[in-house]
């Protein structure tokens, strides 16, 4: 029975759609935003060894793990779960790795949608030559008085995610997968030719020596935990999101194949975006720790003054803002679903709802920035903190519990059907040891690490 169901979503048209969607998922803001400046704090060179680890060891398995059980139950996270628990005849408890995922997925929506008109904001202001023949001071006072402006972040917000809802509202292949058909190439394109800039500034070698040249003493336990959850965020695991798109994948599609390649193109533009971004760091002599502000204290100075920046920025921020909108689609989709599934409403109510709930929650990563920039937890601003209990703590324990039901709660024969590794390979057996040890192992012990334990 569970081998012939399908989503009342559809599906998508091809194993290259799929691709592309998940693609989209995991590449946006998270490799073009975080990435660099994530980096930047944590070291350069060995954490990004750190982070290689964490995706090959840990996000590769699980995110192959997650696909597999979208694909098997047909249904939103939450349902999944419900459906795979009484089919393993399962603790009901696992029902809420579900809807801890949703809502992990759901409070990343809240402030990626912030931060993402922030790269909308400057598209325009870049067209318009505000950063032409700006010094990295102008540059910092632009968008210092930016942040500083709760009513400009709340416009570009509300533009973003009434974006959002326009595409997820037309569906799985009117909506999903047409809009990424066109925006990944263009981001990679993109990319290439600002590589091609990068190349030309006298802080190039430098920018990759620190980006490829590892120091191991650079690297704190804390610097372990933000690669692991930098790997998870990176890749969409443990929000629900990957968990759905599965959902809507056909039955010829391998899982294995589509997982590699979405992991490499994702691990590629993270890479990319670093070897853009820190030789212009190192050429204007600027701080690589900066960080949430660096993509948008860096790269200006370039397009400010390089030949072409006009064009070349407006048309790097525009990608910027497609690659955001393929990860943001993802996260509101698991939402957006449920609330199909469950409550009986159309497609569009069910993006009206989510969208402006998710909105209204950003408000609370808008005023972060400003009047309530002083209010700390922790020590942390708001956004900061949502940002960390969710990349850091929410996220892998989704991917530990995933790993732990997949690889000891469900039946072998339906995991093994489901993934249809080629059985002349010990590609099965290698996943199940890797999902059933080596994944909840490390992500278990960063666990202890950060609470002091051990």
Same mark, same amino acid.
């Given at each position: 029975?569970?081998?012939?169901?399908?989503?009342?979503?559809?599906?998508?048209?091809?194993?290259?759609?799929?691709?592309?969607?998940?693609?989209?998922?995991?590449?946006?803001?998270?490799?073009?935003?975080?990435?660099?400046?994530?980096?930047?704090?944590?070291?350069?060179?060995?954490?990004?060894?750190?982070?290689?680890?964490?995706? #090959? =060891?840990? *996000?590769?398995?699980?995110?192959?793990?997650?696909?597999?059980? %979208?694909? /098997?139950?047909?249904? +939103? !996270?939450?349902?999944?779960?419900?459906?795979?628990?009484?089919?393993?005849?399962?603790?009901?408890?696992?029902?809420?790795?579900?809807?801890?995922?949703?809502?992990?997925?759901?409070?990343?929506?809240?402030?990626?949608?912030?931060?993402?008109?922030?790269?909308?904001?400057?598209?325009?202001?870049?067209?318009?030559?505000?950063?032409?023949?700006?010094?990295?001071?102008?540059?910092?006072?632009?968008?210092?008085?930016?942040?500083?402006?709760?009513?400009?972040?709340?416009?570009?917000?509300?533009?973003?995610?009434?974006?959002?809802?326009?595409?997820?509202?037309?569906?799985?292949?009117?909506?999903?997968?047409?809009?990424?058909?066109?925006?990944?190439?263009?981001?990679?394109?993109?990319?290439? #030719? =600002?590589? *091609?800039?990068?190349?030309?500034?006298?802080?190039?070698?430098? %920018?990759? /020596?620190?980006?490829? +040249? !590892?120091?191991?003493?650079?690297?704190?336990?804390?610097?372990?935990?933000?690669?692991?959850?930098?790997?998870?965020?990176?890749?969409?695991?443990?929000?629900?999101?990957?968990?759905?798109?599965?959902?809507?994948?056909?039955?010829?599609?391998?899982?294995?194949?589509?997982?590699?390649?979405?992991?490499?193109?994702?691990?590629?533009?993270?890479?990319?975006?670093?070897?853009?971004?820190?030789?212009?760091?190192?050429?204007?002599?600027?701080?690589?720790?900066?960080?949430?502000?660096?993509?948008?204290?860096?790269?200006?100075?370039?397009?400010?003054?390089?030949?072409?920046?006009?064009?070349?920025?407006?048309?790097?921020?525009?990608?910027?803002?497609?690659?955001?909108?393929?990860?943001?689609?993802? =996260?509101?989709?698991?939402?957006?679903?449920?609330?199909?599934?469950?409550? %009986?409403?159309?497609?569009?109510?069910?993006?009206?709802?989510?969208?402006?709930?998710?909105?209204?929650?950003?408000?609370?990563?808008?005023?972060?920035?400003?009047?309530?920039?002083?209010?700390?937890?922790?020590?942390?601003?708001?956004?900061?903190?949502?940002?960390?209990?969710?990349?850091?703590?929410?996220?892998?324990?989704?991917?530990?519990?995933?790993?732990?039901?997949?690889?000891?709660?469900?039946?072998?024969?339906?995991?093994?059907?489901?993934?249809?590794?080629?059985?002349?390979?010990?590609?099965?057996?290698?996943?199940?040891?890797?999902?059933?040890?080596?994944?909840?192992?490390?992500?278990?012990?960063?666990?202890?690490?950060?609470?002091?334990?051990?």
């Amino acid at each position: 029975m569970m081998d012939t169901k399908k989503s009342i979503h559809g599906e998508w048209s091809s194993d290259f759609g799929f691709i592309l969607a998940a693609t989209g998922s995991a590449v946006g803001l998270g490799n073009i935003w975080k990435f660099p400046y994530i980096v930047g704090e944590n070291g350069g060179g060995a954490f990004v060894i750190v982070y290689l680890a964490c995706v #090959l =060891l840990i *996000g590769i398995p699980i995110m192959m793990a997650e696909i597999m059980m %979208g694909r /098997r139950s047909r249904q +939103n !996270p939450i349902d999944t779960m419900v459906t795979l628990t009484a089919e393993a005849n399962a603790d009901k408890r696992w029902h809420y790795v579900g809807w801890m995922g949703v809502i992990a997925g759901f409070l990343i929506l809240s402030y990626y949608s912030v931060i993402a008109g922030w790269a909308s904001a400057y598209v325009v202001k870049n067209f318009t030559g505000s950063f032409s023949g700006a010094s990295p001071t102008d540059i910092k006072i632009i968008f210092n008085n930016f942040i500083a402006s709760p009513m400009q972040l709340i416009f570009w917000h509300t533009l973003f995610m009434i974006a959002t809802m326009l595409i997820v509202a037309r569906g799985i292949t009117g909506g999903l997968e047409k809009s990424v058909r066109f925006l990944i190439p263009a981001l990679f394109v993109l990319l290439i #030719l =600002l590589v *091609g800039y990068a190349m030309s500034t006298s802080g190039y070698f430098q %920018g990759l /020596r620190f980006l490829f +040249n !590892p120091d191991f003493s650079k690297l704190t336990g804390n610097s372990v935990l933000v690669a692991m959850g930098q790997a998870f965020f990176t890749l969409s695991i443990g929000m629900g999101a990957i968990m759905v798109y599965g959902a809507y994948l056909p039955k010829d599609v391998s899982i294995a194949k589509t997982t590699f390649i979405i992991a490499g193109a994702d691990t590629l533009v993270a890479l990319l975006a670093g070897i853009i971004i820190f030789p212009i760091v190192f050429t204007y002599q600027l701080q690589a720790d900066s960080g949430p502000g660096l993509i948008f204290q860096v790269l200006p100075i370039a397009f400010g003054n390089m030949t072409g920046g006009w064009l070349f920025g407006t048309l790097f921020f525009i990608a910027l803002v497609f690659a955001a909108l393929t990860s943001s689609i993802s =996260l509101i989709e698991p939402a957006v679903a449920w609330l199909i599934e469950h409550k %009986g409403l159309s497609r569009q109510q069910a993006c009206i709802k989510s969208g402006l709930a998710a909105w209204a929650l950003g408000l609370i990563t808008v005023f972060s920035f400003n009047v309530w920039s002083d209010f700390k937890i922790f020590n942390q601003t708001l956004f900061e903190l949502i940002d960390y209990i969710t990349a850091n703590l929410m996220l892998p324990t989704g991917g530990l519990c995933i790993a732990v039901f997949t690889g000891w709660m469900m039946q072998r024969q339906h995991s093994e059907k489901e993934l249809a590794l080629p059985s002349d390979t010990q590609g099965y057996p290698l996943w199940r040891v890797v999902v059933r040890y080596v994944s909840p192992c490390a992500v278990f012990l960063v666990f202890l690490h950060v609470t002091g334990v051990i």
